[in-house]
């Protein structure tokens, strides 16, 4: 973790209590190991700044590529464990990337609704996360916020237990993918019942 991730991560955490008063459960499941992905739906472009402050671990993002743009948001993010992917392509060199992160056993994140929902509504989840996930034996994470993204009005979130896809599935069948990709939306729709 470099210096500048852990100042971020930290700062995070005090936004999390004092401006979000965040308030979470399942917290004991952000101490994980080894090879994860983390997959969360995405409300607000301060969602990946709020699982910073909630997990122990580096978290590596996938980013839209759009953010890229300039030297030193490319800089920044890059330094933050951020990485572009191009959307609505099949971009190799994202998935090539994912693959080297959590070969070290590393930690990625990932928003599988691939842009965000603001008002609340889930939308639909893209392929990559499953097969991701299915290719490389991830541990699942899965996270749920609820809640106005606004200073100083509470956000709800929920942390679920690690679980593997590759448990439930085949990764040689060929619905192997977009059954995975149902069961990541569904176990994020169950979160969101359970915070009510």
């Known amino acids: 973790m470099n210096a500048l991730y852990w100042v971020a991560k930290h700062i995070a955490a005090v936004l999390n209590r004092c401006v979000f008063f965040l308030?979470?459960?399942?917290?004991?499941?952000?101490?994980?190991?080894?090879?994860?992905?983390?997959?969360?739906?995405?409300?607000?472009w301060f969602d990946p700044v709020m699982l910073g402050g909630l997990f122990k671990r580096k978290i590596h993002y996938i980013a839209k590529a759009e953010l890229f743009k300039s030297k030193?948001?490319?800089?920044?993010?890059?330094?933050?464990?951020?990485?572009?992917?191009?959307?609505?392509?099949?971009?190799?060199?994202?998935?090539?990337?994912?693959?080297?992160?959590?070969?070290?056993?590393?930690?990625?994140?990932?928003?599988?609704?691939?842009?965000?929902?603001?008002?609340?509504?889930?939308?639909?989840?893209?392929?990559?996360?499953?097969?991701?996930?299915?290719?490389?034996?991830?541990?699942?994470?899965?996270?749920?916020?609820?809640?106005?993204?606004?200073?100083?009005?509470?956000?709800?979130?929920i942390i679920g237990k690690a679980f593997s896809l590759k448990d439930m599935l085949n990764p040689k069948d060929k619905t192997a993918v977009d059954e995975g990709t149902r069961i990541l939306k569904d176990t994020l729709l169950r979160l969101k019942q359970e915070l009510g």
């Open 23 to 44: 308030r979470v459960k399942g917290r004991e499941n952000t101490d994980n190991k080894g090879r994860v992905m983390i997959i969360s739906n995405h409300v607000s």
């Open 72 to 157: 030193v948001s490319a800089y920044l993010l890059s330094r933050l464990g951020a990485f572009p992917v191009a959307r609505g392509q099949g971009d190799y060199g994202a998935i090539k990337k994912s693959f080297e992160i959590l070969k070290e056993d590393k930690c990625l994140g990932i928003f599988p609704e691939g842009t965000r929902y603001e008002k609340g509504e889930m939308g639909e989840f893209q392929r990559g996360a499953a097969a991701i996930a299915l290719q490389m034996d991830a541990k699942i994470i899965p996270v749920y916020f609820m809640g106005e993204f606004k200073a100083f009005r509470q956000i709800k979130v």
